[in-house]
């Protein structure tokens, strides 16, 4: 109750300095409301099953050995390089988001929250990234209102929170696209060079907290700076872009592949295969993502797609609705060609649609007679009140969270049956999480007797469901 009312506190806050035209406290606000609806997310007591808890128990074992990332440590039975959760070495996912957790699980301990710390911490930072843009290319108060959808979506704060499929790899992603996408347009503002060379910085982060994806930053800058500087300055542009991107992200994909050849091929691989495969069963036809934007967005969200079109035809083709329009556009297309199909995977697009609806909105207003003003008034309340709706019901303020507290009590007394490092548990329902909080090696299934009697460890077998004739057996406590 308190989190909510909090909530409600910054949104009048936000919406009187706003109109009141005190912006630089209504982005300092925006920010804070950014902040706190993903603190008040990260607080949730237990890991997430897809995928935030792969990634916290790599993080975690990070820190016993930073140079081998590891999802089970020390496996007690054989298994397949192929299975991404259940294997020892672990290149699955590009590695900044992990060292950026495994430095806050340092800092703060096994806690849940404290992998997502910094998820939290740096896409609050991004309210400035998304004002600086929408404050470059047009105005003050455009910058404030794609600042104020991006802080309050409920999707990406529950990104940011772990809570829907691949969590902070695609949160990092975002965020270091956006930021390189930002220096790109302080850059056609202001032609300092230094700009280029942050944005770089930023791409080869983008690019390792997930892949190739953020060189979208370039179709942006060609369709933004293109007409103003002309090829041979733009080549040049370029090429200061990915000079430093390429000092940053290659180093990582040179040593796992000098030092875990086999896995990074098969990642590789598995890369390549999502283009044409459909993986862990996430289908849909080519309009899945068209789709799902106004279940993220809102069902409004459309009209300013269409509206980026017209503009793009009056305004040319070499324009800043172009450059913005593209960061969306090609993201959606790619995608929809792609066999496998996830919600987050264009969700380092979101910014451009945020920056399109705030741009909507006044063009709207300048189109529309004083007599018709009401009208744009009330539509523009429509639509903010549909995206805020849809952060109430992603952030859940009022969700009972006694479930997830009582299984995280009892993945403690694990340890006090004797689960620890060293120590591998059979048949728990839970392994990933337990290994994440507790330590040790830990199954979901119970074993047979050929792989007790091979195994050289000590171990637990949790007894529920578990019909084996012999074993150390304890009652589990799930």
């Known amino acids: 109750m308190i989190a909510f009312l909090v909530f409600l506190a910054l949104l009048v806050a936000v919406f009187a300095s706003f109109y009141l035209k005190r912006f630089k406290l209504c982005l300092l606000l925006i920010f804070l409301t950014s902040f706190q609806t993903r603190m008040f997310v990260s607080l949730d007591p237990m890991l997430h099953p897809w995928d935030e808890r792969y990634h916290a128990l790599v993080a975690k074992n990070l820190l016993s050995d930073p140079l081998h990332p590891m999802l089970i440590k020390e496996p007690a039975i054989s298994f397949e390089k192929e299975n991404w959760t259940g294997n020892q070495t672990w290149v699955h996912k590009q590695p900044l988001p992990l060292y950026s957790m495994a430095m806050s699980i340092a800092v703060f301990g096994t806690k849940a929250w404290a992998v997502r710390l910094p998820s939290v911490l740096l896409g609050s930072l991004c309210t400035f990234f998304v004002f600086i843009i929408g404050f470059r290319l047009w105005d003050e108060k455009v910058g404030l209102i794609a600042s104020f959808l991006y802080a309050t979506n ?78 041979k300055s733009f080549l040049i542009s370029c090429i200061k872009i990915a000079l430093p991107a390429i000092i940053v992200a290659a180093p990582w994909q040179i040593f796992i592949y000098q030092n875990f050849p086999e896995e990074a091929a098969i ?62 556009f090609i993201p959606l297309l790619f995608f929809s060609l792609v066999a496998t199909k996830m919600r987050g995977y264009t969700s380092f697009a979101a910014p451009a649609l945020f920056l399109m609806s705030a741009v909507s909105w006044f063009e709207i207003r300048d189109m529309v007679q004083e007599k018709h003003r009401k009208i744009w008034l009330g539509l523009g309340i429509l639509c903010l009140g549909l995206s805020l709706r849809f952060s109430f019901e992603r952030i859940k303020f009022f969700q009972s969270q006694e479930e997830a507290i009582a299984i995280r009590e009892s993945i403690f007394k694990l340890e006090e049956l004797g689960m620890q490092d060293g120590v591998v548990v059979f048949n728990n329902p839970y392994p990933i999480e337990s290994m994440f909080f507790n330590g040790g090696t830990s199954y979901s299934w119970c ?32």
């Open 154 to 231: 409920g999707f990406l704060i529950e990104q940011a929170g772990g809570r829907v499929p691949t969590d902070h790899i695609d949160a990092f992603h975002l965020i270091f696209t956006l930021s390189s996408i930002a220096m790109v347009v302080e850059y056609h503002v202001r032609q300092k060079d230094g700009f280029l060379y942050l944005a770089g910085v930023f791409l080869g982060c983008a690019i390792l907290s997930k892949w190739l994806t953020a060189l979208i930053v370039f179709p942006v800058f060609f369709f933004l700076s293109f007409r103003d500087i002309g090829f």
């Open 447 to 478: 074993p047979n007797e050929k792989e007790l009697l091979e195994g050289d460890f000590e171990y637990l077998i949790l007894d529920e469901n578990c019909s084996l004739s012999f074993g150390r057996r304890v009652e589990s406590p799930f």
């Open 267 to 328: 990642e590789s691989a598995s890369n390549w295969a999502h283009i044409i495969e459909v993986l862990d069963g996430m289908e849909g036809g080519p309009l899945f993502h068209i789709d799902k934007i106004r279940m993220l967005f809102g069902d409004f969200i459309y009209l300013p797609l269409i509206l980026f079109v017209y503009l793009i035809i009056r305004r040319g083709l070499f324009s800043k609705e172009m450059a913005v329009f593209i960061w969306l």
